[in-house]
């Protein structure tokens, strides 16, 4: 085989896993779209977000998406006040990859100022293969059972 087939046939390779790994997250961000919903919550905003640097070097992440939600009922006894999260998925090279991120899912990257640090403090977390899924919130009053809930419900979604 000359070097040119063989180079020829690792791009294809290439361009191929690259567009199944595309088609897997396209899925997996709509399953967690109409989760949400199904979970009582509006989505604000979706989005990819740039993985930091640190996250790249840490954990080998390839890719990360944002869904801003907001709670369609209302926080106990507050009846102006709504549970908001950012749902993340993290896309990782390999499930080993996403598993070391999952075991460190509190950890903040180095110099944070202290409004972006809240939002490593309150955060939990679920793995599915390769995909890391974040719930995380910037409001203490939202992490504890609000937080708790929703991960529930996303990880009996979420299979």
Not at 25 to 46: E, F, M, P, R, V
């Amino acid at each position: 085989m000359s070097k040119k087939v063989f180079l020829l046939l690792i791009g294809i390779a290439f361009v191929l896993s690259s567009v199944s790994i595309n088609a897997q997250t396209n899925a997996q961000k709509d399953k967690l779209g109409d989760s949400l919903k199904a979970a009582g919550y509006a989505i604000k905003t979706k989005q990819p977000v740039e993985a930091l640097d640190w996250e790249k070097e840490q954990f080998d992440i390839e890719s990360k998406y944002r869904f801003a939600v907001k709670s369609k009922k209302n926080f106990p006894g507050e009846p102006r006040t709504f549970y908001r999260f950012w749902v993340e998925i993290e896309v990782y090279r390999s499930e080993a990859d996403a598993g070391k991120r999952l075991e460190r899912l509190l950890e903040a990257p180095p110099g944070l100022d202290d409004k972006m640090h809240a939002e490593y403090v309150l955060r939990d977390g679920f793995q599915r293969a390769n995909l890391i899924y974040i719930i995380s919130t910037d409001a203490v009053m939202f992490s504890g059972e609000g937080l708790r809930d929703l991960k529930e419900k996303l990880e009996k979604a979420i299979e």
